[in-house]
């Protein structure tokens, strides 16, 4: 049964429609026909108080009881447990946390030590939640990553062939709101379901058109030396010219999270004002399955993009890939905590569990480290995803000029193709104390020095 039929039912749109929905899915796994369906749909219509109590249609049942009640929020007792790491993190991402875990499905939370203030979950927050998904708690750039390639050239290159690398990546790249090539690029990414839901199969022209392209704000392409420390990953230890890219689902990944954002807090009225950034799916909805299968499409949009700026920045090099290590730091996972399946979200997170590899980068004049998990439970197998900003966007449009940045750059022997002064390295932590605070969590196998950047040009609005 399908949405136009339940509505012709009588069913009200909101919540009783998705709960039907729902129960249409429990009910037809569970074996039952087309038609004992909708007969038994129609029965929870004509006396929901009857059914209150049944497996498949309970839930459906108790929300047309309660339609056009209004619940108070009933804050609980109890908070979910959290753990944080780092010291001096301000004092509103920490609020943020102790609040996510406040929520009826909340399990148990983590803060990263890179943590700022984000809407709903802090940048830097993970959540484990029950059957449930979150919007906000994933972020409106859905699927954000990193990419690292360690190619086939010495890293003396950045010196000897300055002028063509500069050339190929200002050639290679596209950055911005609605930035495109003007001959769309090919992956199988686009071959996908886009039809899945209603909102990915209206976005699919538009994702063709940036694919391959990065975002604004604190997105980047940029070239540096790998010095690879460990005997553990691909290219052996030594020196490597290497190509480091952050970006995420681009304006694709924007629509899929402010469509479903706003369809959760429509459906959790009862929410007080300061966790309504928080409103949840419920993962057995009809909708709660829709952002789901959109969250995954767009995390596999967003890898294609970066593969897609590795592969043609590599072609036109004319060089190969001896190392690629990718991760994303904005999705949710299904994953097991003490033999229950839960829902973890990681907002400005690194996925770190046991021996899983990852990236965390600095700035535009610092370091970056590929890193090893060590699965620590306590942080739910997560990590910071970088420096983290110490102010704000505008507050550093504000403390700082170029050419301070360029002073600081040049000490360091880095080149900026193109940034914003928002992006300004003096506007982010401290990468290594970061490093040093979540020493339990990763291992540096890694260290990338970046010195050829690109990034959105000044006057870009940031979409991170």
Same mark, same amino acid.
């Given at each position: 049964?399908?949405?136009?039929?339940?509505?012709?039912?009588?069913?009200?749109?909101?919540k009783?429609?998705?709960?039907?929905?729902?129960?249409i899915s429990?009910?037809?796994?569970?074996?039952?026909?087309?038609?004992?369906?909708?007969?038994?749909m129609?029965?929870?219509?004509?006396?929901?108080?009857?059914?209150?109590?049944? @497996?498949?249609?309970? &839930?459906? =049942?108790?929300?047309? +009881?309660? #339609?056009?009640?209004? *619940? $108070?929020?009933?804050?609980?007792?109890i908070?979910?447990?959290?753990?944080?790491?780092?010291?001096?993190?301000d004092?509103?991402?920490?609020?943020?946390?102790?609040?996510?875990?406040?929520?009826?499905?909340?399990?148990?939370?983590?803060?990263?030590?890179?943590?700022?203030?984000?809407?709903?979950l802090?940048?830097g927050g993970?959540?484990?939640v029950r059957?449930?998904?979150?919007?906000?708690a994933?972020?409106?750039?859905?699927?954000?990553?990193?990419?690292?390639t360690?190619?086939?050239?010495? @890293?003396?290159?950045? &010196?000897? =062939?300055?002028?063509r +690398?500069? #050339?190929?990546?200002? *050639? $290679?790249?596209?950055?911005?709101?609605g930035?495109e090539?003007?001959?769309?690029?090919?992956?199988s990414v686009?071959?996908?379901?886009?039809?899945?839901?209603?909102?990915?199969?209206?976005i699919?022209?538009?994702?063709?058109?940036?694919?391959g392209?990065?975002?604004?704000?604190?997105?980047?392409?940029?070239?540096?030396?790998l010095?690879?420390?460990?005997?553990?990953?691909?290219?052996p230890?030594?020196?490597?010219?290497?190509?480091?890219?952050?970006?995420?689902?681009?304006?694709?990944?924007?629509?899929?999270?402010?469509y479903?954002?706003?369809?959760?807090?429509?459906?959790?009225?009862?929410?007080?004002k300061?966790?309504?950034?928080?409103?949840?799916l419920?993962?057995?909805s009809?909708?709660g399955?829709?952002?789901?299968?959109a969250?995954r499409?767009?995390?596999?949009?967003?890898?294609?993009?970066h593969?897609?700026?590795?592969?043609?920045?590599?072609?036109?090099?004319?060089?190969?890939?001896?190392?690629?290590?990718?991760?994303?730091?904005?999705f949710?996972?299904?994953?097991?905590?003490?033999?229950e399946?839960?829902?973890v979200?990681r907002?400005?997170a690194?996925?770190?569990?046991?021996?899983?590899?990852?990236?965390?980068?600095?700035?535009?004049?610092?370091?970056?480290?590929?890193?090893r998990?060590?699965?620590?439970?306590?942080?739910?197998?997560?990590?910071s995803?970088?420096a983290?900003?110490?102010?704000?966007?505008?507050?550093?449009?504000?403390?700082?000029?170029?050419s301070?940045?360029?002073?600081?750059?040049?000490?360091?022997?880095?080149?900026?193709?193109?940034?914003?002064?928002d992006?300004?390295p003096?506007a982010?932590?401290?990468?290594?104390?970061?490093?040093?605070?979540?020493?339990?969590?990763v291992?540096?196998?890694?260290?990338?020095?970046?010195?050829?950047?690109?990034?959105?040009?000044?006057?870009?609005?940031?979409?991170?």
């Amino acid at each position: 049964m399908k949405k136009r039929e339940l509505i012709k039912l009588g069913i009200p749109k909101g919540k009783p429609l998705e709960m039907a929905l729902g129960a249409i899915s429990k009910a037809s796994k569970a074996g039952m026909n087309k038609e004992e369906i909708r007969k038994t749909m129609r029965a929870v219509l004509a006396n929901p108080q009857t059914y209150a109590e049944e @497996p498949y249609f309970g &839930t459906f =049942a108790n929300s047309l +009881l309660s #339609k056009g009640k209004r *619940q $108070e929020y009933q804050y609980r007792e109890i908070s979910a447990p959290y753990q944080q790491w780092g010291d001096n993190l301000d004092e509103a991402s920490i609020q943020q946390m102790e609040r996510a875990c406040q929520l009826p499905v909340s399990v148990a939370g983590a803060l990263m030590p890179d943590a700022h203030l984000g809407y709903g979950l802090p940048i830097g927050g993970v959540l484990a939640v029950r059957n449930a998904v979150i919007p906000y708690a994933v972020g409106v750039d859905i699927a954000c990553r990193m990419r690292l390639t360690a190619f086939d050239m010495p @890293p003396q290159s950045l &010196t000897g =062939a300055v002028d063509r +690398l500069k #050339k190929v990546l200002e *050639q $290679e790249t596209r950055f911005g709101i609605g930035a495109e090539f003007k001959n769309r690029r090919a992956h199988s990414v686009m071959d996908e379901d886009w039809g899945v839901t209603s909102v990915t199969k209206q976005i699919k022209d538009k994702a063709w058109a940036q694919l391959g392209t990065s975002g604004s704000g604190n997105h980047f392409v940029e070239y540096g030396v790998l010095e690879v420390q460990s005997e553990d990953l691909e290219a052996p230890p030594g020196t490597y010219l290497a190509l480091l890219s952050h970006s995420g689902s681009r304006g694709p990944g924007s629509k899929v999270a402010g469509y479903y954002s706003g369809l959760a807090m429509n459906r959790r009225p009862e929410l007080p004002k300061e966790l309504a950034h928080l409103s949840w799916l419920d993962l057995d909805s009809g909708e709660g399955m829709e952002y789901w299968e959109a969250m995954r499409l767009m995390g596999k949009y967003a890898a294609a993009n970066h593969e897609l700026i590795h592969y043609h920045i590599a072609k036109a090099l004319g060089t190969k890939a001896l190392l690629s290590i990718e991760n994303h730091h904005n999705f949710a996972w299904k994953e097991d905590r003490g033999g229950e399946t839960v829902i973890v979200h990681r907002k400005g997170a690194t996925p770190a569990g046991r021996g899983v590899l990852g990236i965390i980068p600095g700035s535009m004049a610092s370091p970056a480290y590929v890193v090893r998990g060590k699965g620590n439970p306590a942080s739910l197998h997560s990590a910071s995803h970088g420096a983290g900003r110490l102010m704000s966007r505008r507050k550093a449009k504000e403390s700082f000029t170029w050419s301070q940045v360029k002073k600081i750059l040049a000490e360091r022997d880095v080149t900026v193709l193109s940034a914003g002064l928002d992006e300004a390295p003096m506007a982010y932590k401290n990468i290594d104390e970061i490093m040093s605070a979540q020493s339990d969590l990763v291992e540096p196998l890694a260290v990338f020095h970046p010195r050829i950047v690109k990034m959105a040009p000044e006057g870009e609005r940031a979409e991170d």
